[in-house]
């Protein structure tokens, strides 16, 4: 007789319960509250849903029911792919994702990169199945923030927007950690230093930044560092006014070289060379080993962030508790609704960390 060729039909909640002549909500509980189940009633119909290629409730139709996506999103300013190949985006996720699974919730990444319209962006956020928003550094008046506002689900922001009501941050205090660590160059004998810092804003630029233009719609973790060098500039005597700051619109390795070469031709009697990423004070170190630079005889460099890869390098830097500041901002997101009690701003600790690359000025030199 030929087999026939009739696909068989797809096991659904409904026919595990009635195989087993139970209810449905028994099977239901079997996987989603397996606590209200004695271990051998929920195996016995694990094992026959295994048998019928039963994988277990649609996880769509209980989000509908319960209104409940059981994940958190991930606003960050940069391309979906940034986040990996970042390592102190990498470390915050880090921290994130333990706070998620401890309370057994999922994460989504929203690609949030620039180059997108008002209305790509709110298409982005409203189509996201989520509780909550994570928003990583991303600045007021972007696309993407006032689309996830409108959603009307808890918001915890990790270093910016700021201000927002509702909108707990987790952050921690960049002014003054960039302004300790221009102090230590100062009192190292610097006076001509030089800032390399990541995009300031939304539009692209790759130059010198006028100093006149850092306002609330610049981004709030770069300019915060520029003011603090300042700060340490001003308190020391000197004209914070002719700080020399190179910007990039990208964050790589490859960036921080040609900022340092940039920086450098701009201003040839720069000592000191204080960049607002590891990332970019690796490059930096990488163009003054290319030029055949002693580090930190003929220029210091130094960083900020403290990751593996610039500790190694014997980098100069802050660091900061990155993986701290996704864990943190994912434990007041999953508290949510209720944020009573909760500081408008929850500033964590950094630690200024002395590397190999900072010294004092042995001898004046001038770049070609």
């Not at 401890?102 to 709110?122: F, K, M, S, V, W």
Request: charge should be negative; aromatic fraction near 6%.
């Amino acid at each position: 007789m030929p087999r026939s060729r009739q696909p068989r039909r797809q096991a659904t909640l409904a026919s595990i319960a009635a195989e087993l002549k139970i209810s449905r909500t028994t099977v239901s509980n079997a996987y989603n509250r397996p606590d209200q189940l004695s271990a051998e009633l929920r195996e016995r119909i694990l094992d026959v849903a295994k048998r019928r290629g039963y994988a277990g409730p649609d996880p769509m139709a209980r989000s509908l029911r319960t209104r409940k996506a059981g994940a958190v999103g991930v606003l960050l300013t940069e391309a979906l792919s940034y986040s990996f190949r970042d390592p102190a985006a990498m470390n915050f996720l880090s921290g994130l994702s333990e706070a998620c699974e401890a309370a057994g919730q999922g994460l989504l990444l929203i690609p949030a990169g620039p180059g997108r319209t008002d209305t790509e962006a709110a298409q982005v956020v409203h189509r996201s199945s989520v509780d909550g928003f994570v928003v990583y550094s991303v600045p007021p008046g972007d696309p993407y923030l006032e689309a996830v506002f409108e959603r009307h689900l808890p918001v915890v922001a990790c270093d910016q927007p700021r201000g927002f009501e509702h909108t707990p941050v987790v952050g921690i205090d960049d002014r003054r950690a960039m302004r300790d660590l221009a102090a230590h160059l100062i009192e190292l004998g610097h006076r001509e230093i030089g800032m390399l810092t990541m995009r300031l804003g939304l539009e692209r630029h790759d130059g010198v930044v006028d100093l006149s233009t850092l306002d609330a719609d610049t981004f709030h973790v770069q300019r915060e560092r520029i003011f603090g060098v300042q700060d340490a500039m001003r308190a020391a005597g000197l004209d914070p006014a002719s700080l020399t700051v190179v910007e990039r619109y990208t964050h790589t390795a490859e960036d921080g070289i040609s900022a340092a070469a940039q920086i450098m031709r701009v201003n040839p009697r720069i000592t000191a060379l204080v960049c607002t990423t590891d990332v970019l004070a690796l490059g930096a170190l990488g163009w003054a080993n290319q030029m055949g630079l002693d580090v930190p005889g003929h220029l210091s460099i130094t960083g900020f962030d403290g990751i593996d890869e610039a500790l190694r390098e014997g980098l100069t830097t802050v660091k900061q508790p990155q993986k701290d500041k996704g864990r943190r901002a994912g434990e007041l997101l999953l508290a949510a609704p209720s944020h009573s009690g909760v500081p408008a701003v929850e500033t964590l600790g950094t630690q200024l960390w002395f590397g190999t690359t900072s010294g004092r000025v042995e001898s004046e030199w001038y770049a070609e």
